[in-house]
């Protein structure tokens, strides 16, 4: 009997080695949208994924996962805790399926809430109606930080995002989070979110903002040069940026040092030792949390972690998000057919689907 029990069918997936950062990253949650899933795999498994389970190419050696499902409750793809991953040797884990398991709960040792490290604070992958009942905005740890979204944004307002989906800031909305401790007299943290500007907007506004004194904001509201403050400090200040291009942008704090990055790569870093004030005022994503100075376009990801994060970290946090065709080196479909689901019957595995353009 294969494990997990009663599961026969698998994927084997191939980690690219040459894409993850120097040095290697420990306890990583890595991205692998459905679509690179072999086409038995996407015949065969849950429309919601909840019969997917996840091992090291041991067979026995099972992983936390989390389904990341769109607004109608289908799959679009998996973050999964690896304990390391190699920048010097391929890592391969299976993705199993039997199309009948469902979902195990949140915080069971393999579920949704052990996925992410200890250091994740919060991460809101966006992917609510923000049209639903309040708090709209989940934020998908076990800290349970989610947001509300202020204005009454409308269903539609969900459209195709960096990620999966994401948020179409447009108008007088934004998102609201009380601050529970996640950001309170913290000078060691990392905060990262991607986004799109709109064309035509000459604007930044705000991305983040925690009170309205600039305790630790995003902003730019003249231009679209933003600077990140901290204590009403500059911690760093971006390049200029252009619309409709995709950025992920992450500030880190080491107690020392400010580092800012854009899409994988140092762009700055200056000696830095303030700290976020000790209060509890809200946070806003997307404005001030007063109503004022939206940003205006796509936002998506965004992610607040109780440690520095390093260079190589978020390396292989932008290449694994940004490019997986290229982090998947191989997807293989593996398993004894024929598998009936209900009144489906599914044909022999053995195919390989190969990703990446390196290959």
């Known amino acids: 009997m294969a494990y997990p029990d009663d599961y026969s069918q698998y994927d084997q997936i191939t980690i690219n080695h040459t894409i993850i950062g120097s040095g290697g990253v420990n306890h990583f949650d890595i991205w692998l949208p459905v679509t690179l899933m072999s086409s038995t795999a996407q015949s065969v498994m849950r429309s919601d994924g909840g019969d997917l389970r996840v091992t090291l190419d041991d067979g026995t050696t099972q992983l936390p996962r989390e389904v990341i499902q769109n607004s109608l409750g289908e799959v679009i793809g998996l973050r999964i805790n690896m304990p390391s991953l190699s920048d010097s040797t391929d890592d391969v884990i299976r993705c199993w399926y039997n199309g009948s398991d469902v979902e195990p709960s949140a915080n069971s040792t393999y579920g949704q809430h052990n996925v992410y490290d200890s250091d994740t604070a919060g991460y809101w992958p966006m ?112 390049p200029t940026l252009s619309t409709q291009i995709d950025y992920h942008f992450v500030l880190v704090l080491d107690g020392s040092t400010a580092y800012g990055y854009l899409n994988g790569s140092q762009f700055e870093s200056r000696a830095f030792g303030v700290a976020v004030p000790d209060n509890s005022n809200d946070i806003g994503f997307a404005a001030r949390p007063n109503s004022s100075y939206y940003f205006n376009g796509l936002i998506d990801d965004y992610r607040i972690d109780h440690t520095a994060r390093s260079a190589a970290w978020i390396s292989t946090r932008y290449q694994n998000d940004a490019n997986p065709n290229s982090f998947f080196s191989s997807v293989t479909a593996q398993g004894h057919p024929p598998v009936t689901t209900g009144s489906r019957q599914f044909p022999c595995i053995g195919s390989s689907i190969i990703r990446g353009a390196n290959l």
Request: aromatic residues 8%; hydrophobic residues 40%.
């Open 127 to 238: 992917e609510e109606l923000p049209s639903g009942i309040a708090p709209q905005i989940l934020d998908h740890t076990s800290n349970l930080n989610h947001g509300t979204v202020v204005g009454g944004m409308t269903a539609d307002k969900l459209v195709a995002g960096i990620i999966g989906n994401g948020l179409n800031m447009a108008g007088n909305d934004y998102i609201q989070l009380v601050d529970n401790g996640i950001l309170r007299n913290r000078n060691v943290l990392s905060f990262s979110a991607k986004f799109r500007i709109h064309a035509g907007v000459s604007v930044f506004g705000f991305l983040v903002e925690k009170g309205n004194t600039s305790e630790f904001s995003l902003e730019s509201t003249n231009s679209l040069t933003p600077k990140f403050y901290v204590n009403n400090t500059l911690a760093v200040s971006l």
